[in-house]
C-alpha cells in the first residue's frame, strides 16, 4: 500500500511541479542566451560520453550473455536507467538556473524555492525509476541475486559519469580561475572570460549528472544487496522496498520547510523533518527493524551536520583559512589540508557506531537496514547537492548579465556547503552498503571468516587500500593536463581579444572522456587481476581494505575541497584584498578536483569493487 501511494504522490509532484515551474519568468534576454549556452554545452558534453558509453555498455551486455542472460538484461537495464537519471537530473538543473537567478531578484528565498525544488524533481524522478525498476525485475526472475547485474550496469555508469563530469568541472574551474581571477584580475564568472562558460556547464555534466547517477546506483545497490540477505534469510523481500517508500513521501514533506525564510534552515530544516517523518512511518510499518532504521537516519544526519560545521563559513575551520590566506597561498591550502584530516574523526567514530549498534540488533542484515535507511533520505540530500549547483550556474548567469548579483552569491556559499554534506552522506552510505555487499559475497562464496594470517588475503587487504590512492591519483592527473590544455587556449584568446566560449568546452568534453576511459578502466582491470593471481577467496579482503582507505580519503577530499571552497567566498564577501584572494583562489584550486572529482567518485568505486567481486564468485 505505501509503495502505491509513493508512487501515486511523486507522479502528483512531478506533474504539479512542471506547470509551476513553466509559469515562471526567465529574465531578460541576456540571461536566456547565458543560459542557452550553458544548456547546450551540457548536452553536447553528454551526447559524446554517452556515444562512447553506449557501446560499452553493449559489449559489455554481449560478454555477459555468454554466461548468463538473466545477467545480461539486467545489467543493460542499470546501465541504461542510470544514464537516464543522469540525463533527467542535467536537464532540471540547466532549465532552474536562470529562473533561479531571475527569482532571486525579488529575494534569496524566492530563488532558494525555486533551486531546491528543482533539485527534488530530479531526486523523486531518480528514487522512483529505481524502485520501478527493481520491482520490475524481482517480479520477472524472482531471485534478487540476479539483480546484482543492475546494480553492476548502474555503478559502473555512474562511476564514468562521475569520473568524466568531475574532470571536465574541476579542470573548466580551474583553468577560469587560474587565467582570469589570477592572470587577469577578473571576478568571478566574468563575461571577459572564454572559459566561464565551460566552468557553468562543468557544474552540471559533474555535479548534477554525475550526482544523479551516483546517488542512483547507491540507492539501488543497497536495496538490492539487503533484498539478498533476506532472501538467504526466508524474511520478507518487501522490507527496503516499504523503507524507501517512505523516504519518498517524507522527502516531499520537506517542501513545507523549505518555505522558511531563513536559508540556513530551510535547508538544513528539510533534512532534519524528513529523518524525523521516515523515523516516525517506519515505527507503525516496520517496528521490527526500527532500531537499524534509527542508527541509520542518526548516522546520516550527525555525519551531515559534522560536516557542514567543517565546511560552513559560519564557522571557525573554514573562517581559520580564510584568515591563513592573508599569510599567502601556501599556509591557505595547509589550513584547508588539516581540515579535511581533522574532519574525518566525527564521521569515523558515527559510521563505526552505527556498525556496531546496527549488528548488535540485527546481526548482518542489521547493517543493510542501516544502508537502505541512510540512503531513503536521499531525495533531499540530491536535491540539496543540485540545489548548489544550479545556484553556482545562477550566480554566474547574475554576474554575466549583471543582474541580482548579490542574492545569488549568498545562495552559491549556501549551495557549497549543502553539495559538501551531499558527499558525506553517499560515502557513509557507502561504506555502509559495502559491509552489505561484502556479507552477500561471504555467503555466496561460502567463506566463514576472512583469515587476516593468511598471506594473500593479506596482500588482497593491501591492494585493496592502495586502489582508491592510485585512482585519485589518476584523476586529479587527468584534471591537471585538461586544465593546462584550456589555459593554454584560454591565453592565447586573451592575446587575440577575441572571445570565443565553445572551444574551451570542446577541449574539455574531448579530454575528460579520454582521461575517464583510462582512469576507470585501470580499476576494474586491477581487481579482475587479483581475482585471477591471488583467487576468488581474497577478494572479500580487497573490498575490506578499499572501504577504509576510501571512506577516509573522501571524507577528507570533500571537506578539504569545500572549506577552501567556501574560505575564497568569504574572502571575496568580506573584501580582505586583492592578495588574498589570489591566495584564496590558488587554496580553491587545490581544493576543487579533490571535493568534486576524485572524492566523490571514490564511493561508486567502492561499491563497483564488491560488485565485481561478488560477480566473480557467482560466475566463478
Known amino acids: ?112 524555492k525555486i533551486a531546491y525544488l528543482s533539485g527534488l524533481k530530479a531526486s523523486i524522478f531518480a528514487m522512483v525509476l529505481g524502485l520501478f525498476a527493481i520491482i520490475v525485475l524481482q517480479s520477472v526472475f524472482g531471485d534478487p541475486k540476479i539483480l546484482y547485474g543492475f546494480a553492476f550496469g548502474a555503478s559502473l555508469v555512474a562511476l564514468f559519469m562521475r569520473v568524466g563530469g568531475g574532470i571536465f568541472t574541476k579542470s573548466a574551474d580551474l583553468s577560469a580561475d587560474l587565467t582570469g581571477k589570477i592572470e587577469k584580475g577578473l571576478p568571478e564568472d566574468s563575461p571577459k572570460n572564454p572559459a566561464v562558460i565551460a566552468d557553468l556547464v562543468g557544474d552540471n555534466v559533474g555535479d548534477v549528472a554525475g550526482m544523479s547517477s551516483d546517488l542512483f546506483e547507491s540507492y539501488v545497490a543497497s536495496i538490492i544487496a539487503t533484498m539478498v540477505m533476506l532472501f538467504a534469510l526466508g524474511l520478507d523481500l518487501n522490507v527496503p522496498l516499504i523503507l524507501v517508500s517512505i523516504g519518498i513521501i517524507s522527502c516531499l514533506v520537506s517542501i513545507l520547510v523549505v518555505q522558511h525564510k531563513n536559508s540556513n534552515v530551510a535547508i538544513l530544516g528539510s533534512l532534519l523533518v524528513s529523518g524525523v517523518f521516515i523515523l516516525g512511518l517506519s515505527y507503525l510499518l516496520l517496528f521490527s527493524y526500527i532500531l537499524p532504521i534509527l542508527y541509520g537516519l542518526v548516522g546520516g544526519i550527525l555525519i551531515g551536520f559534522s560536516v557542514f560545521y567543517f565546511t560552513s563559513s559560519k564557522f571557525s575551520p573554514t573562517r581559520n583559512i580564510a584568515k591563513a590566506a592573508e599569510s599567502g597561498a601556501a599556509l591557505n591550502v595547509l589550513a584547508g589540508l588539516s581540515n579535511g584530516l581533522l574532519s574525518t574523526v566525527i564521521p569515523i567514530i558515527v559510521i563505526s557506531l552505527v556498525m556496531v549498534l546496527s549488528y548488535s540488533s540485527l546481526e548482518l542484515l542489521g547493517i543493510a537496514i542501516s544502508a537502505v535507511s541512510m540512503l531513503s533520505i536521499m531525495g533531499v540530500v540530491l536535491a540539496s547537492t543540485i540545489f548548489g549547483s544550479i545556484t553556482d550556474n545562477a550566480s554566474g548567469i547574475a554576474e554575466l548579465s549583471k543582474k541580482s548579483k548579490v542574492n545569488c552569491s549568498k545562495l552559491d556559499s549556501l549551495g557549497n556547503t549543502t553539495a559538501a554534506i551531499g558527499k558525506g552522506f553517499t560515502i557513509s552510505s557507502a561504506a555502509l552498503t559495502v559491509l552489505t555487499l561484502l556479507a552477500s559475497f ?38 591537471g593536463k585538461t586544465s593546462s590544455k584550456i589555459v593554454t587556449n584560454v591565453r592565447s584568446q586573451f592575446r587575440s581579444k577575441k572571445l570565443d566560449y565553445l572551444t574551451p568546452v570542446r577541449i574539455a568534453t574531448k579530454s575528460s572522456i579520454y582521461y575517464m576511459m583510462i582512469s576507470v578502466s585501470f580499476v576494474v582491470v586491477l581487481v579482475v ?3 585471477l593471481l591471488l583467487g576468488v577467496s581474497v577478494l572479500g579482503s580487497l573490498i575490506a581494505g578499499a572501504v577504509v582507505s576510501s571512506f577516509l580519503l573522501s571524507i577528507f577530499m570533500a571537506n578539504a575541497g569545500g572549506s577552501l571552497d567556501n574560505a575564497k567566498k568569504l574572502v571575496e564577501v568580506d573584501r580582505y584584498g586583492t592578495k588574498v584572494h589570489k591566495n584564496s583562489v590558488v587554496g580553491d584550486g587545490v581544493g576543487d578536483p579533490l571535493k568534486d572529482c576524485s572524492g566523490p567518485a571514490l564511493n561508486i568505486l567502492i561499491k563497483l569493487i564488491a560488485i565485481i567481486s561478488l560477480l566473480f564468485v557467482i560466475f566463478g
Open 442 to 479: 561471504i555467503l555466496i562464496a561460502e567463506v566463514d571468516v576472512i583469515d587476516l594470517l593468511n598471506v594473500k588475503n593479506m596482500a588482497a587487504l593491501f591492494v585493496g587500500g592502495f586502489i582508491p590512492f592510485f585512482f585519485s591519483s589518476l584523476v586529479i592527473s587527468a584534471v
Open 529 to 531: 587481476l587479483v581475482g
Open 1 to 112: 500500500m505505501i509503495i502505491s501511494i509513493a508512487f501515486v504522490v511523486s507522479i502528483l509532484f512531478l506533474v504539479v511541479f512542471n506547470f509551476w515551474i513553466s509559469k515562471k519568468s526567465s529574465g531578460s534576454k541576456a540571461m536566456k542566451d547565458f543560459s542557452l549556452k550553458i544548456r547546450e554545452g551540457s548536452k553536447a558534453f553528454l551526447r559524446e560520453e554517452y556515444k562512447i558509453l553506449f557501446v560499452l555498455i553493449l559489449v559489455l551486455t554481449l560478454v555477459i550473455l555468454y554466461f548468463s542472460s538473466a545477467f545480461a538484461i539486467t545489467f543493460f537495464s542499470g546501465a541504461f536507467f542510470s544514464l537516464i537519471a543522469g540525463r533527467v537530473g542535467m536537464n532540471a538543473a540547466t532549465k532552474a538556473n536562470v529562473f533561479t537567478t531571475e527569482a532571486c531578484k525579488k529575494s534569496v528565498n524566492s530563488g532558494l
